[in-house]
Each structure stands twice: as C-alpha cells, then as structure tokens.
C-alpha cells in the first residue's frame, strides 16, 4: 500500500546496480496516499512478475475463497444459508447505520464468540473503510471499547488514547 510519492523516494533512496523485489497483493486496496504503485506495476508488464494462486490459509472450498475469486472476476459474491453449519462466509445486509451498528456490537460482543468459541478481545477484527460517522472507525472503537473493555484499562499511543477516540 505504497503511494507515489513514497516510492518516489525509496527509489531514489536505492543504489545504482542494486536489484529491487517487491512482494505484495495488487489486489488489496490501494494506499491511502495518491497512486496504485503496486497494481500498476504489475498491468505494465514492463517487469518480470510471479503471481502466487495456491491457497493455503483457508480450504479450497472456502466461501471466502470461493467469493474471493468471484469478486476478483466481477462476480457478485455467493450469498446462500450455511444450513446450519458453520460457514466461514456471511454477508448481512443493513442500509440504516444505527441499526448495522447495532449489529456489528451483537455480533462481536455476543454471536460469534459464542458461536466459534472465540474471544471478542483477542480473536475477533473489525474493519471500516471509514474514520468519521456512525460505522466509522472512531465510533465502532469507542463503542466496541465500551462494550468490551469496562475497566477502562488503557493503551497509549502518540498523542491519542484509544478509549478516548
């Protein structure tokens, strides 16, 4: 997740004769900063390439995986019941924020640890595309904060709390 200008200066910052590798996933989303360094490096085809297609994280049967490639081809993502089952894949639909809210603190306070038998503090990551609103990181950190961590216990980074976002 590099952008322009900071590949400007690693390259800058590299010696003549030197040979660079760069390791990634082009299909992550792009840097925060301007440029899709890496994505547009590999459409050029102006460099030697290896894409790794094995995996090896989830079986081949995955819905994640299954729904990965789906996404990656333009394909809507499979969205069908678990029957029950434990499936690895869910999509939950909400236009009203307050109430996808609502359901994200359910979700990771109560249905899945008790589900999956997980730990909402040590197994469990939320994440948002977003800083500012309702479903926004700031908020879900304070919410989720509030929910989980009571004793208000906390850790400081930089100029920022985290339980005092």
Same mark, same amino acid.
């Given at each position: 997740m590099i952008d322009t200008t900071l590949m400007y *200066?690693? /390259?800058k910052a590299v010696p003549s004769g030197a040979t660079l590798i760069m390791v990634g996933d082009s299909n992550q989303l792009p840097s925060v900063g301007p440029g899709n360094v /890496?994505?547009?490096i590999v459409k050029s085809r102006t460099v030697p390439v290896i894409e790794l297609n094995q995996i090896? #994280?989830?079986a081949r049967e995955s819905r994640i995986i299954v729904n990965a490639h789906r996404i990656k081809q333009g394909r809507l993502p499979e969205i069908r019941e678990s029957g029950g089952n434990l499936g690895d894949f869910y999509f939950i639909e909400q236009e009203a924020p307050d109430k996808a809210l609502q359901i994200i603190?359910? /979700?990771v306070c109560s249905r899945i640890p008790q589900r999956f038998s997980m730990d909402p503090m040590e197994d469990i990551q939320v994440l948002?595309?977003? *800083?500012k609103g309702e479903l926004g990181t700031e908020n879900l950190n304070k919410k989720l904060q509030n929910a989980l961590n009571p004793s208000k216990m906390e /850790?400081? #980074?930089g100029a920022r709390s985290d339980c005092d976002l």
């Open positions: *200066h690693m /390259l /890496l994505n547009d090896f #994280r989830q603190m359910e /979700l948002s595309p977003m *800083h /850790l400081v #980074r």
